[in-house]
């Protein structure tokens, strides 16, 4: 995934998170503002490793990237 793709996905999860806490913040059902709060959590794990994996494919890219003569 390019950086700019990476960044772009990354927003995206961010809205999606930043609307299910709201949701939850302004919920009256219990049961349903637990859910929205493991939803959140789902979320908020799956941004982290996406963006994990994306550090680690760039870390990987920057070392195998052959070296030139100066």
Avoid: G
């Avoid at 009256?28 to 799956?46: F, G, I, P, Q, V």
Wanted: charged share 30%; proline share 3%.
């Amino acid at each position: 995934m390019t950086i700019p793709n990476c960044i772009k996905n990354s927003r995206e999860q961010l809205k999606f998170l930043k609307s299910l806490v709201e949701e939850a913040e302004n919920c009256k059902n219990s049961d349903h503002m637990a859910e929205l709060y493991r939803m959140a959590n789902n979320a908020t794990t799956s941004l982290s490793q996406s963006l994990e994996t994306h550090l680690k494919d760039q870390q990987k890219k920057k070392i195998n990237k052959p070296k030139t003569a100066a």
